[in-house]
């Protein structure tokens, strides 16, 4: 995959009169080069792309929602999360085709404004800026519920429900040390997303041969369907927050060495690994108290089944577990909301002061506080599922439009477009995903859809006020 | 006449490293790839970097490599943001295909050249670097070597006499060489010792990345204690079969 380019002369400029700047000369494994001298170094090896996806998904599907998947969907809850996870791999393979060919900073927002034009672009990209805010909220209030299940062990009373408060906390904290923070956070998160992987196979491993009657206890029988079939594609919509974490992996494919290897192996790679996680921990834990009885123990319903299965040092380790792993999702959300918005800004559809870099510690200061400053107010609503499946919106509508930009790309088939992955089963393969992508949406509650509209909405109109004359397309 | 060496000068050029005062003089006959580099945290895209500082490093940049150009150097410029300073190190070591690499320490007119020899291993490189950057100066040469136990004298000789008419051959006159050996002292403690009455030191790298060498491995002492230019040459990265 060397040297190859989008061919795209964007052009145009905002009301401020900024101009898009201007493509690389040439992508290789290990540099995008800018005018022959300047060069952008990759760093992320394949390592680091599956921390990146594992570490933002997993901090939801496991240690979130059980508990309310199961108290919705029942046993079947555990086919809404195969649904998720099919869903999400029919998404993650077109992506990864259009990331080796435009393996650029942005990710979805990138191959669908060069592909399909500046104002499907803008609805993605400030789409995708504000579902990632939601997700971290989602994520926080999920650390709130963990941090307060930690009170409530060490026996310590508290005369309100702190969830809110220590979720607000932890996203002050987490926006300030992305700010002022210059230690290596990437060798933090690979060990961080270790740690969890380790942690949660002895657990499974040990529930699992619990439930199948090794170790005398053995499961209950219950009736998969016991909320009848509809509720589990709800579920499968609510449930789909914790499959957003792959195109994360796309958002810094800028910085991802070898790409045409490494950026497909990432995103597929993440996304089976967490859906073989999610499936084997909702089997678990439905096995070991049923739905209805899993179903009320809520967000930390994992505590109990891990207290069930290992007494006290069972619990303790998966609370720490949760802790991690939320904070590592909250944490990567931040800063993929940060790129998706340095993305906008190189575009010229945000204006360019956003992605200013700060001169004392080198982050992009305004980015940040552009991600964090927000979150901190959709984590004061507190509302898990709503917060969820915004997220969730906004994710599923650019990735059916990526599963479109495929189409389009291929049809046209413009002499730039050459990927070194290429998605098999095409066209199949992306137009399920697209429509499946689409499809889920239909199953959300009316709230979630009517804020995603909103979004929507509001980005085209941002769009034709601030940068209506900027052309992002390529030549196709 | 030798080839021009390429030698590379990494400078953190956002940072306020600069080219020492006789640096450029010191690299007048190599041709100098010279790599200003910033490294950002992960937090921030090196695209974000570049829209904001691109122009400041050029622009030093450039100026720095005037200041070789002026000397009589051949230059080659590139700008890297990077998060990893050690793998842009590498690579563009690798890329260029670097003979060496300069440790740009401050420096008067070079008269006395200590060369570090450990072994036969990469002495041609070791030679085309001395010969191609002070073969037409007048500096002398010490050829210096730390012998170990079970090497004799003989092996020894055998050893710094055919550097000595390799670098001949490249138009280092014999007369200007000179051998020095010694036993029984800890290498390090002995080279930086020996450095102290020389201008420039030459040596080969301890590990395969120059990287670790400048960020802290054992030979760092060296340009530490030295506070003079160290030239470390660098392994063949293609072969790791020892070279005639």
Known sequence: MADERVDVESTGQNVAGQAPVEEPE??????????????????????????????????????????????????????????????????ALPTSELATAMPRSGGGYYFISRSMGTAYGAVVGLGLWLGLMFASAFYLVGLGHYASAVFVELGVELPFSPVTGIGLLFG????????????????????????????????LSYGVLDAVGVFGGGSVPEEFFSRGYFPVLT????????????????????????????????????????????????????????????????????????????????????????????????????????RAVYALSRDALLPRKASEVNLRYGTPHVALLAAGGPILVLVGTGRVELLAEVASFLHLIMYGLMCVALIVLRRRNPEWYSPSYRVPGYPVVPAVGALASFGLIVFMQRASIAIGVVVMAASYLWYRYYAGSVTLKGDI | MTDRPSILVPIRVLEGESIPEGVSELLANAHVVLLGYHVIPEQTAPGQARMQFEERATDRLEAYGSLFEQAGATVERRLVFTHDGQKTIDRTIAEHDCLAVLVPNATRP?????????????????????AGVFGETNASVTLYHVAEDEETDEDVGTLLDGLVDRLDDLGVDAPRIETRVERDTDTL????????????????????????????????????????????????????????
Do not use: W
Request: no cysteine; proline share 3%.
């Open chain 2, 110 to 130: 070079v008269e006395d050249v200590l060369v570090a020899v450990r072994g036969t291993v990469g002495v041609d490189r070791l030679a085309r670097v001395v």
């Open chain 1, 26 to 91: 040439a992508v290789t494994d290990d540099v995008t080069v800018h005018d022959d001298e300047v060069e952008l170094e990759r760093t992320i090896g394949l390592v680091g792309g599956l921390a990146i996806g594992i570490g933002t998904m997993i901090g939801a599907g496991i240690f979130v929602f059980p508990g309310l998947a199961a108290d919705n969907a029942g046993l079947a809850a555990t086919l809404s999360f195969v649904i998720g996870g099919l869903i999400a791999l029919l998404v």
């Open chain 1, 235 to 338: 579920t499968a919509a609510l449930v789909f927050t914790s499959y957003l974490g792959f195109a994360q992996v796309a958002t810094v494919a800028g910085e991802i060495k070898r790409p045409g290897r490494n950026l497909p192996l990432a995103m597929v790679g993440s996304v089976v690994i967490v859906t073989v996680f999610y499936v084997v921990t909702i089997f678990v834990a439905t096995s070991a108290f049923g739905a209805d009885r899993l179903g009320q123990f809520g967000e930390t319903a994992m505590v109990e089944v891990a207290r069930d299965f290992l007494g006290l040092p069972g619990a303790v380790a998966i609370l720490g577990a949760g802790l991690l792993a939320t904070f590592s999702s909250a944490n990567a959300s931040i800063l993929s909301a940060s």
């Open chain 1, 172 to 203: 002050v904290g987490l926006t300030a040390l992305s700010i002022g923070g210059t230690e290596n956070t990437a060798k933090i998160q690979n060990v961080v997303v270790g740690i969890l992987l380790v942690v949660l196979t002895g657990f």
């Open chain 2, 189 to 244: 403690d002995a080279i930086t010792d020996a450095s102290e009455v020389f201008d420039v030191v030459v040596m080969g790298e301890t590990d395969p990345s120059l990287a670790t060498f400048v960020f802290g491995m054992p030979a760092d002492q060296v340009a530490d204690r030295f506070l003079g230019p160290v030239l470390v040459v660098q392994r063949d990265a293609a072969s790791t079969t020892p070279e005639e």
